[in-house]
């Protein structure tokens, strides 16, 4: 199957149709579903710029998929805005995170204008970026799927706040934890917790990638930190500390992780593994969305 076609039907049609299909109990979901929708059109667009897609395939891809999505968001920022609960979708801090390249597209797209040529990263076609772009497909691809880390982003990005005050008042054994990241069934909280670990894996693994890229010297200097940019930036949305509720539920998981792992090892007579555990989960994010410390007041 060709990588383009894979990539349509494993990520932008499951999204898509999670937006169409969603029911009345999904409703504070939709923003965030909103911007995984969005992440895979920016995918879409860095994969058309490097030459992973076939531009004019890719162009159809998004004609098709994108047309209708942006004129479904041109409603839905209406309704926000007519429902009176808080800003319009298009100013909210949600969508604001988005980088400013993105927020262009999106504008382009409500306006039925958009082109998968404009706002391109400055890395160009690159034959040798091809597979290591595809490496990242593939991890982006499972980080999207999986349901813990689904949780963990709408918990401390989404979640009212009665709803997350209930939920994280909850009991979590290491045991519930250790079987949510392996069995993706778990409590509400458990699941939150294991998102963040899977979350620290995918940057893990991200990181690597991008190492590999670097050390390879596939690109010059300068492209090299233009791309790794542009992969962060898609992303940046889904730690957005800037919001002063995500920061303090991001904190709470990361602590109450750490803690967990701190005791378990303990208990098993690692503690010299404590400290090398804790900073693996921590240096993960740290290095990939280039986070700064959290104060939580």
Same mark, same amino acid.
């Given at each position: 199957?060709?990588?383009?076609?894979?990539?349509?039907?494993?990520?932008?049609?499951?999204?898509?149709?999670?937006?169409?299909?969603?029911?009345?109990?999904?409703?504070?979901?939709?923003?965030?579903?909103?911007?995984?929708?969005?992440?895979?059109?920016?995918?879409?667009?860095?994969?058309?710029?490097?030459?992973?897609?076939?531009? /004019?395939?890719?162009?159809? +891809?998004? %004609? =098709?998929? !994108?047309?209708?999505? #942006?004129?479904?968001? $041109?409603?839905?920022?209406?309704?926000?805005?007519?429902?009176?609960?808080?800003?319009?979708?298009?100013?909210?801090?949600?969508?604001?995170?988005?980088?400013?390249?993105?927020?262009?597209?999106?504008?382009?797209?409500?306006?039925?204008?958009?082109?998968?040529?404009?706002?391109?990263?400055?890395?160009?076609?690159?034959?040798?970026?091809?597979?290591?772009?595809?490496?990242?497909?593939?991890?982006?691809?499972?980080? /999207?799927?999986?349901?813990? +880390?689904? %949780? =963990?982003? !709408?918990?401390?990005? #989404?979640?009212?706040? $009665?709803?997350?005050?209930?939920?994280?008042?909850?009991?979590?054994?290491?045991?519930?934890?250790?079987?949510?990241?392996?069995?993706?069934?778990?409590?509400?909280?458990?699941?939150?917790?294991?998102?963040?670990?899977?979350?620290?894996?995918?940057?893990?693994?991200?990181?690597?990638?991008?190492?590999?890229?670097?050390?390879?010297?596939?690109?010059?200097?300068?492209?090299?930190?233009?791309?790794?940019?542009?992969? /962060?930036?898609?992303?940046?949305?889904?730690?957005?500390?800037?919001?002063?509720?995500?920061?303090?539920?991001?904190?709470?998981?990361?602590?109450?992780?750490?803690?967990?792992?701190?005791?378990?090892?303990?208990?098993?007579?690692?503690?010299?593994?404590?400290?090398?555990?804790?900073?693996?989960?921590?240096?993960?994010?740290?290095?990939?969305?280039?986070?700064?410390?959290?104060?939580?007041?």
């Amino acid at each position: 199957m060709h990588r383009l076609q894979e990539f349509t039907i494993g990520a932008i049609v499951p999204e898509w149709d999670k937006l169409m299909n969603h029911s009345r109990k999904d409703e504070s979901e939709l923003p965030m579903m909103t911007l995984l929708t969005i992440e895979a059109l920016l995918w879409l667009h860095l994969g058309v710029e490097l030459g992973a897609f076939p531009r /004019r395939t890719g162009e159809d +891809v998004s %004609r =098709f998929y !994108y047309a209708p999505f #942006f004129k479904w968001l $041109d409603s839905y920022n209406r309704a926000t805005e007519q429902a009176r609960i808080g800003p319009p979708f298009l100013e909210s801090a949600s969508y604001l995170s988005l980088p400013e390249f993105a927020r262009v597209l999106v504008r382009k797209g409500i306006n039925q204008n958009l082109s998968l040529d404009d706002q391109p990263s400055g890395v160009g076609e690159r034959n040798g970026m091809i597979a290591p772009f595809q490496s990242l497909l593939i991890l982006y691809s499972l980080l /999207r799927r999986d349901a813990a +880390v689904r %949780r =963990f982003l !709408y918990g401390i990005g #989404f979640q009212s706040p $009665d709803e997350w005050r209930e939920q994280w008042s909850r009991a979590c054994t290491a045991e519930d934890l250790f079987k949510a990241v392996e069995s993706e069934e778990a409590s509400p909280v458990a699941m939150v917790l294991a998102g963040y670990m899977r979350f620290c894996e995918y940057a893990r693994n991200t990181n690597d990638v991008l190492d590999n890229i670097e050390g390879l010297g596939i690109l010059d200097r300068p492209r090299f930190f233009e791309f790794k940019d542009r992969v /962060r930036s898609m992303q940046a949305w889904r730690l957005n500390l800037s919001s002063g509720a995500t920061a303090k539920r991001f904190e709470q998981v990361r602590e109450r992780v750490s803690d967990m792992i701190a005791r378990e090892l303990t208990n098993l007579k690692l503690k010299d593994e404590v400290e090398r555990a804790q900073r693996l989960l921590e240096k993960s994010l740290n290095l990939l969305f280039d986070l700064e410390p959290v104060t939580v007041q």
